[in-house]
């Protein structure tokens, strides 16, 4: 596992030197674009618009534009007199509840391993915030740009979970969300029933992507396939869902229970 950020900790007048680790992975395949006919691959060209031309890098500004259509320019020392100031330190500002934090907050989590001469210390931090039952808020700047986080505590480790900024945040209102439906005690209390019904200890190792396990066996069947004409797969004709009597929620409510209960 390799680090991708090396600094510390400020904790009061503490400072825990430390290393992150990105605490999770994707599991995507690598496809490339390429044209059907021929499997030529594909290539993108910066063009302008105006004149059709091939732009090269070295003529490429980046510009904000106004509303008469015409750009302000941005250059590099624009864009570093904007950028926050480079530190190696995650500052710990206050410590709240982790149940304040709505869930929409949270958005990536990393793994911190401290510096060997930094257990003790760590293990402080570690032990602190279990006995506190409270999780540390902070900033860090990773990747020149500033963000919040929560230091907590999963088992034995100090997780930094990066969380969004309020102003990142869309406002529910901006939906059409319903607020004046009447529901009868009949249906709260049968979809009730179907909570109870469906609930289990949460173990998310039960839980599996399967996508790209499904795409590796395609991809290797179609590679074997090559060149030989392609069979087609007979399907079973899946007879149709019969529509009930009635679409009232409560026929679909009850039915709902019954093919749990098989």
């Known amino acids: 596992m390799k680090a991708i950020w090396r600094g510390g900790i ?15 992975t994707t599991h995507n395949i690598d496809l490339d674009m390429i044209r059907k006919k021929d499997q030529c691959k594909i290539q993108y060209v910066r063009v302008c618009k105006k004149d059709g031309k091939e732009v090269p890098w070295d003529e490429i500004a980046k510009g904000y534009k106004k509303e008469d259509g ?6 590099k020392a624009d864009f570093a007199k904007a950028m926050p100031e480079k530190t190696q330190t995650i500052d710990i500002f206050e410590f709240v509840l982790e149940d304040e934090i709505p869930s929409q907050y949270l958005e990536k989590p990393y793994i911190v391993e401290p510096a060997k001469e930094a257990k003790k210390t760590y293990a402080l931090l570690r032990e602190a915030l279990k ?11 990773l990747r020149n740009t500033e963000h919040l986080g929560i230091l ?33 005690k009949k249906e709260l209390d049968m979809a ?13 190792e039960k839980y599996k992507d399967t996508y790209k396990e499904e795409l590796e066996k395609m ?8 060149g030989k004409p392609a069979k087609k797969e007979e399907t079973e004709e899946k007879p149709k869902a019969k529509k009930g009597a009635s679409d009232d929620l409560l ?12």
Do not use: C, H, W
């Open 192 to 204: 009730m029933t179907i909570i109870d019904q469906l609930t289990e200890k949460f173990e998310p």
């Open 131 to 141: 006995k506190s039952g409270k999780v540390g808020l902070a900033k860090f700047v």
């Open 219 to 226: 991809i290797k069947k179609k590679a074997k396939t090559k």
């Open 251 to 262: 026929e679909q409510l009850k039915a709902s229970l019954e093919a749990i209960k098989n």
């Open 70 to 75: 015409d750009y302000v320019v941005l250059d």
């Open 10 to 24: 400020s904790f009061g007048l503490v400072n825990i030197p430390i290393r992150l680790f990105s605490g999770a």
């Open 152 to 184: 907590k505590v999963e088992e034995d480790a100090i997780l930094l979970i990066q969380i969004r900024f309020d102003q990142d945040l869309r406002d529910p209102k901006e939906a059409k969300i319903p607020n004046d439906v009447k529901i009868s």
